[in-house]
Nanobody, 112 residues
């Protein structure tokens, strides 16, 4: 059974940083594209960043240059390093395995 568990969210001031982690189990992690999405109140879920099994990445325009997605296949974990956070980054962040299996989400709040 595939399980996806996010962690690392919290409250941070504007300009601050957070690192989200997503641990996946029950699958051959290294062969899958992994992605982070987010959903703010009253808005649709949107793609934040994606990393393929070969390490290719792509980002939403709104986070380019501030967020970095990476993966550790030995640990079955994908990360999202978020720097220079803005209030508009406030959302629930979700991790997904190939857009099929999803975690429960982790709340990120950027506020002074």
């Amino acid at each position: 059974q595939v399980q996806v568990v996010e962690s690392g969210g919290g409250l941070v001031q504007p300009g601050g940083s957070l690192r989200l982690s997503c641990a996946a189990s029950g699958l051959i992690f290294r062969i899958y594209t992994m992605a982070w999405y987010r959903q703010a109140p009253g808005k649709q879920r949107e793609l934040v960043a994606r990393i393929t099994n070969t390490g290719n990445t792509n980002y939403a325009d709104s986070v380019k240059g501030r967020f970095t997605i990476s993966r550790d296949n030995d640990k079955n974990t994908v990360y999202l390093q978020m720097n220079s956070l803005k209030p508009e980054d406030t959302a629930v962040y979700y991790c997904t395995v190939a857009g099929d299996k999803w975690g429960q989400g982790t709340q990120v709040t950027v506020s002074s």
